[in-house]
């Protein structure tokens, strides 16, 4: 017996659902900064010159992450807007 719904699973099976994803995702970029945090922890600079580096660079995810959350906030707001 050959349904559709088991040719749709069947399709499906390889791809992860889209929160693992994300998850995967959010994943990579924690671990990309931690990573680049303890790099800048063990060069070989000047105490001060590495806490500029530091605060320089939080700064950038800071802004960066403000920039995704806005950007994921109007995504929900508009999709909420069409199923009104």
Do not use: C, W, Y
Request: hydrophobic residues 40%.
């Amino acid at each position: 017996m050959n349904s559709e719904p088991d040719a749709e699973v069947e399709m499906t099976a390889d791809r992860p659902p889209p929160g693992r994803r994300a998850g995967f995702g959010a994943g990579l970029v924690v671990g990309l900064a931690l990573g680049a945090f303890a790099a800048l922890l063990l060069a070989p600079d000047s105490g001060r010159q590495t806490r500029r580096r530091l605060h320089r660079g939080i700064g950038r995810v800071r802004e960066r992450l403000a920039d995704d959350f806005e950007e994921v906030d109007d995504r929900v707001r508009a999709r909420l807007k069409r199923r009104r």
